[in-house]
């Protein structure tokens, strides 16, 4: 709860650009600039794991870099709120899922080079999920997010922004999948073994800074038969 608290009080401020208050570090920057060097866009995915706003500060520090989030409707509704209050000009780009021209804007988006952004560590009920092993259990991760990049073909790379203490962050770029060259047989396999991959980054991450993951609810409760 206190590391919650905290990365919410930090968004605040890197609402604000005060990015010259924190100490953060940044690793692998170069796997998400060289997948879009070709001028493609790509997917960042990641989990409420440690501080979003602290990757999308990271982001901001490239002038010419756009991004955009992809949310489901209600949460699009409550970020836009939320970002209108603090800094109106930090209003972003959010593509809200669950509308009929959702993939469409996301395959427009990523033909403009743009940085998709997505969490994909939470179900919300009726998504179809995959069961993978995870911190000793089985998991149930959605595979929406990975189908819509594999349809879209697309690189993918796990993005995740760790609270360390203080004014203290550390920022890490994984390479998670590319369907930029998978042929449609076996797609099916590839969205597999990319959430099996994010699954793995997702559990080491959470054993490096385990207050870090802030899922508030009960993760292995047995999912309804899909």
Same mark, same amino acid.
């Given at each position: ?7 919410? +009080?930090?968004?605040? /401020? ?6 010259? $208050? *924190?100490? @953060?570090?940044?690793? %692998?920057? +170069?796997?998400?600039? =060289? ?16 501080? *979003? ?8 520090? +490239?002038?010419?870099?756009?991004? !955009? ?17 603090? %800094? ?18 996301? +395959? ?12 994909? =560590?939470?179900? $919300? ?9 995870? $911190?000793?259990?089985?998991? !149930? #991760?959605? @595979? ?18 760790? &609270?360390?203490?203080?004014?203290? /962050?550390?920022? &890490? ?19 597999? =073994?990319?959430?099996?991959? &994010? !699954?793995?980054? $997702?559990?080491? /991450?959470?054993?490096?800074?385990? &207050?870090?993951?802030?899922?508030? #609810? =009960? #993760? ?7």
């Amino acid at each position: 709860i206190f590391t919650f608290a905290s990365t919410m +009080h930090d968004r605040v /401020y890197l609402l604000n650009d005060r990015r010259e $208050l *924190f100490d @953060i570090r940044v690793n %692998n920057e +170069h796997l998400m600039l =060289d997948a879009i060097a070709p001028g493609r866009g790509a997917f960042l995915i990641g989990a409420h794991l440690g501080s *979003f706003e602290v990757v999308r500060a990271v982001g901001r520090a +490239h002038p010419g870099l756009r991004t !955009a989030m992809v949310m489901f409707e209600e949460n699009a509704r409550k970020i836009n709120t939320m970002l209108a209050a603090v %800094n109106p000009a930090m209003r972003q780009d959010i593509i809200a899922l669950g509308r009929l021209d959702a993939m469409l804007k996301v +395959h427009d988006r990523l033909k403009e080079g743009v940085v998709l952004s997505m969490l994909a =560590d939470r179900s $919300l009920g009726g998504d179809a999920t995959l069961a993978t092993a995870f $911190l000793g259990g089985q998991g !149930a #991760f959605p @595979i929406g997010p990975f189908r819509m990049a594999a349809l879209l073909g697309c690189p993918v790379i796990f993005m995740v922004g760790l &609270y360390l203490g203080g004014n203290r /962050y550390a920022v &890490y770029y994984e390479p998670l999948a590319d369907f930029s060259q998978t042929p449609k047989a076996e797609r099916d396999s590839a969205i597999r =073994d990319a959430i099996g991959r &994010y !699954a793995a980054l $997702l559990e080491t /991450y959470c054993r490096q800074a385990p &207050y870090n993951w802030l899922n508030f #609810f =009960d #993760f292995w409760r047995p999912q309804p038969s899909q």
